[in-house]
Nanobody, 123 residues
Framework: QVQLVESGGGLVQAGGSLRLSCAASGRTFSNYVMGWFRQAPGKEREFVSTISFTGSTTYYIDSVKGRFTISRDNAKNTLYLQMNSLKVEDTAVYYC????????????????WGQGTQVTVSS
């Protein structure tokens, strides 16, 4: 089993930046593809980005490309999401999760989840 704890959320003005972290414990972190999802009020959970085991390959949804950067430090068992040029529509609870396979983009294809961290972008 893997335990995931997100941090780094908060309130920021549009155009600002935040860096989310996801600390993992339990099984070997580097054995897992990792992903970030988000869920806005009244909406379904949405895939945001994923990163390969070593961090060499990443994938993003179009709406965050060029603004968000996913990365991982396997020595520190930590996943990151650097979010720049934030928009009001980025407001959501952000979750990290372990993927069952590379390039999984659907929530059922992710196994372990953190509790989420709130990101609120004001206009």
């Amino acid at each position: 089993q893997v335990q995931l704890v997100e941090s780094g959320g908060g309130l920021v003005q549009a155009g600002g930046s935040l860096r989310l972290s996801c600390a993992a414990s339990g099984r070997t972190f580097s054995n897992y593809v990792m992903g970030w999802f988000r869920q806005a009020p009244g909406k379904e959970r949405e895939f945001v980005s994923t990163i390969s085991f070593t961090g060499s390959t990443t994938y993003y949804i179009d709406s965050v490309k060029g603004r968000f950067t996913i990365s991982r430090d396997n020595a520190k068992n930590t996943l990151y999401l650097q979010m720049n040029s934030l928009k009001v529509e980025d407001t959501a609870v952000y979750y990290c999760a372990t993927g069952k396979y590379w390039m999984a983009t659907m929530a059922p294809d992710y196994e372990y989840w953190g509790q989420g961290t709130q990101v609120t972008v004001s206009s």
